[in-house]
């Protein structure tokens, strides 16, 4: 219920400084005003990728100096690495391009005056996907779409939809509606105004909602291990059915350092494309 | 401003780049409300003149305003541009041919002054040149340098410049009508007064047909050739000039409309200019002031005024300080009472008040002295203007309500065969 609170008041609640691993039951949105700091912002922007350069060095270098068993040693191969990375960041970016494809567009359908009262059911909804526990949802669906690669990638598409779906109408929300009025006003039609207008100011809200988003699919696509879907999530598995407390920690790390590089390419994305004047 | 013209519903006048507007019997109801927003007005809006809409706040004056472009749909009724009748044509088309100002300008913050100007023409195909020529001539008539402001972003401005360019940005593509809706409710009155100036100036050279909305008295006096005072349902209590308005007002809704002070408001529909001034003798720098005492003795006068070389006066000494002098010197006396003849009688007064004087020296041209009003100048004004409106045969614009006012009691088959 209070994500549906949320998405009509007007002020979102701040990020929390731990935010970034989104894992909080709170994948609020962060107010555009936090990213008015630039100077602080920039210098984030290139702390954050020298820290997760330096720590995937120095897990190269512990890789290739350490001594490991010859299953771990397998288990850890960089090629097989890679495989998984791979597989992460294909169930990733599978499940954020359908998360986007369905969010966007609901989240402007439902801000237009004549569905504006579907938003509470729809956001209750979306509310229930992000408050189930996610583990509980993979296994769920899998149990009903057979443990594949589709089944992962839906349970994650419903768990990461609502922040992309909330940031979008309070976005759209949150710009004066004066400014539509003035556009309606000069003769825009209202496709105009919302393409135009509307979206370039929501802009910054909607891709920290995406952003928040992304992160919570690096870090969820772990448990597509489960359904046999692969991922650096089957490091960690290996890691505890065999118990090797190396290989467990290598791939909770690596999801880490995933987690915070996408992180950090939406940070660069929302600098970049912030439209210019706000 | 051309208070004098007569009032014409044409576009016959030279220089009238505006078109008349014409509301007829037009009603808005919203769904679930029993009495309707607007009910029945029929109002009439002479071309190239400014026509102010106040009322207390929730008379249906916006309502109205949004319904000539029909931002807001009548439920009822005709609206009528110039010759064509509007009702039905495709309402964002209708729009671009209708500039609309609301408050704090309503400028797009994500785009620049000159991309927010250029957006009607834009819609309106005009080439990449036309538009930039466009944008450069109306930074320039709303008084910004267009070098300096083209490539700002709003933030960067003032809210008294965001007026500005919403302005600009309302008449990019000439459009023969102006919509304002509360234009100067959001700036300091120092600043309210300087767009309000403007917009006069602005007016005179385009001779435009503008409505705007206020609920400020004062501003609509100041600003209106004619003025529409609404009650709730958007009834027309009276539709006249500020003068008459001024002078009689219709009943006492009105009265308590205008507040206290109504002799004092008319003050500010009299310029300087506008009256008759006193003489005065003048003198120069180096004058002898045996001299110049005989000429101000000789013309009856109490005072004469100095001049530098460029005709702007410096000071105004008295007979008996003449007396003590051997020559008049340089120097200029920084409190002297001045006036430029562009000011309201209002302001000249306030001149006179501070100064202590009883009168005030009225300045013309790059500064130059043109001569003397006094207190008795002033009242001279007030009583002719009060005779001359209530003298003024009743020519104004039709603006009636089919419904009945509620004053009447609101008879129920009345009310009925109105929304027949």
């Keep these: 219920m209070t994500a549906v609170t949320d998405a009509s008041g007007t002020a979102p609640a701040p990020g929390a400084p731990g935010e970034g691993t989104g894992r909080g039951p709170v994948a609020g949105p ?20 020298l820290a997760i350069a330096a720590a995937l ?5 512990w890789l290739a100096t350490a001594d490991l068993t010859a299953g771990e040693r397998t288990t850890l191969d960089p090629a097989r690495i890679l495989d998984y990375t791979g597989e992460h960041l294909a169930l990733t970016f599978a499940s954020a391009a359908i998360v986007l494809v369905i969010a966007l567009p609901l989240g402007v359908v439902l801000t237009r005056a004549p569905f504006r009262r579907a938003s509470g059911p729809i956001l209750a909804v979306a509310n229930f996907g992000q408050a189930a526990p996610a583990i509980g949802l993979v296994v769920l669906l899998a149990s009903w779409l057979g443990f594949s690669f589709r089944a992962a990638v839906v349970a994650l598409v419903l768990y990461a939809i609502l922040p992309v779906l909330r940031n979008t109408m309070i976005g759209l929300q949150s710009v004066d509606a004066r400014l539509v009025e003035a556009g309606r006003g000069m003769g825009m039609s209202a496709t105009a105004v919302l393409f135009r207008v509307e979206l370039p100011l929501a802009v910054p809200v909607m891709l920290s909602g995406i952003r928040t988003a992304l992160v919570l699919l690096v870090g969820s696509a772990a448990l597509a291990t489960f359904v046999g ?11 505890v059915n065999l118990f090797l407390p190396k290989v467990l920690v290598s791939g909770a790390l690596l999801i880490a350092l995933l987690a915070l590089l996408i992180d950090w390419l939406g940070r660069v994305v929302e600098h970049v494309a912030r439209p210019k004047g706000l | 401003m051309s208070r004098t013209d007569t009032p014409t519903t044409t576009d016959a006048g030279t220089g009238v780049s505006g078109k008349s507007i014409l509301l007829d019997q037009v009603t808005k109801r919203y769904a679930g409300q029993s009495k309707p927003a607007v009910d029945g007005i029929t109002l009439e809006i002479p071309a190239g003149k400014i026509v102010m809409l106040v009322g207390p706040s929730g008379c249906g004056k916006t309502t109205t305003l949004k319904m000539i472009n029909r931002l807001i749909e009548p439920s009822e009724g005709r609206i009528v541009l110039g010759d064509d009748d509007v009702t039905s044509i495709d309402g964002d088309e209708l729009r671009r041919r209708i500039g609309y100002v609301i408050q704090a300008g309503g400028l797009f913050p994500h785009l620049t002054v000159a991309a927010n100007i250029a957006i009607v023409p834009k819609m309106l195909g005009w080439s990449k040149d036309r538009i930039a020529a466009r944008v450069d001539e109306l930074l320039e008539l709303v008084s910004l340098d267009p070098d ?16 500005r360019v919403g302005v600009a940005r309302a008449l990019a593509a000439d459009p023969p009508v102006l919509l304002m809706d509360e234009p100067f409710g959001a700036v300091d009155p120092i600043t309210r007064q300087r767009l309000q100036d403007e917009l006069i100036n602005i007016q005179q050279e385009l001779q435009k047909t503008i409505v705007i909305v206020t609920h400020d008295f004062d501003e609509a006096v100041k600003l209106g050739d004619w003025i529409v005072i609404f009650s709730e349902g958007a009834h027309i209590v009276q539709y006249d000039t500020p003068e008459r308005i001024l002078a009689e007002p219709a009943n006492e809704f009105v009265e308590n409309f205008i507040g206290s002070g109504a002799g004092l408001k008319q003050l500010t529909l009299t310029r300087v200019r506008d009256v008759d001034l006193a003489e005065a003798v003048v003198a120069r720098e180096g004058e002898p002031a045996r001299d110049v005492l005989a000429r101000v003795e000789a013309a009856g006068h109490q005072h004469a005024v100095v001049v530098d070389a460029r005709d702007r006066p410096v000071r105004w000494p ?3 300080q003449l007396g003590r002098l051997e020559t008049i010197p340089a120097g200029a006396d920084p409190d002297l009472p001045v006036i430029g003849s562009a000011a309201t009688l209002n302001d000249a007064l306030d001149t006179m008040l501070v100064s202590s004087a009883g009168a005030a ?9 043109i001569g003397v009003i006094t207190v008795e100048v002033v009242m001279d004004a007030i009583t002719r203007a009060r005779e001359a409106a209530a003298a003024a045969s009743g020519d104004a614009p039709v603006g009636t ?19 027949a």
């Excluded at chain 1, 962060?30 to 990728?49: D, E, F, I, N």
């Excluded at chain 1, 060095?57 to 270098?61: L, P, Q």
């Excluded at chain 2, 300096?148 to 007026?163: A, I, K, M, N, V």
């Design chain 1, 57 to 61: 060095g120095a897990f190269a270098i």
């Design chain 2, 361 to 369: 020296l009225v300045t013309g041209r790059r500064d130059a002295f």
């Design chain 2, 148 to 163: 300096t402001y083209r490539d700002r972003f709003p933030r960067e401005l003032s809210g008294g410049q965001q007026q």
């Design chain 2, 318 to 320: 008295s007979v008996r």
């Design chain 1, 229 to 239: 879907a692969g991922g650096l999530g089957l490091l960690i598995t290996t890691g």
């Design chain 2, 401 to 419: 309500n089919t419904g009945p006012l509620p004053v009447l009691g609101a008879p129920d088959d009345a009310a009925d065969g109105s929304a």
């Design chain 1, 30 to 49: 962060r107010p555009a005003r936090a990213h008015r700091l630039r100077r602080p912002g920039l210098v984030g922007l290139v702390v954050q990728p």
